[in-house]
């Protein structure tokens, strides 16, 4: 069973960048679709972020132009480069692995605010 694990996150200024770390242990994701979503307080979690193993990537509006995911096989990690953060984009960032069986990580904080 695969297991995922957040890190980065943390508090940045308006304009600032974060990048958002979701290491993949228990077997291999590089044949799986991978996902970042988010939760702000209130709100329901949204998806932010898809990676396909074939290299297609996908973004909600919100986010596409500054925000870029990516991953590196040989580590078994996703990232989600995070550019241009607003404090809308305040929320914990969720990983998730939905395919044959969905894995989620614990999540990881961000905070956009001067």
């Known amino acids: 069973q695969v297991q995922l694990v957040e890190s980065g996150g943390g508090l940045v200024q308006p304009g600032g960048s974060l990048r958002l770390s979701c290491e993949a242990s228990g077997s291999s994701i590089s044949a799986y679709t991978m996902r970042w979503y988010r939760q702000a307080p209130g709100k329901q979690r949204e998806l932010v972020a898809t990676?396909?193993?074939?290299?297609?990537?996908n973004y909600a509006d919100s986010v596409k132009g500054r925000f870029t995911i990516s991953r590196d096989n040989a580590k078994n990690t996703v990232y989600l480069q995070m550019n241009s953060l607003k404090p809308e984009d305040t929320a914990v960032y969720y990983c998730?692995?939905?395919?044959?069986?969905?894995?989620w990580g614990q999540g990881t904080q961000v905070t956009v605010s001067s």
């Open positions: 990676s396909a193993p074939n290299g297609n990537t």
């Open positions: 998730h692995k939905p395919y044959p069986s969905s894995v």
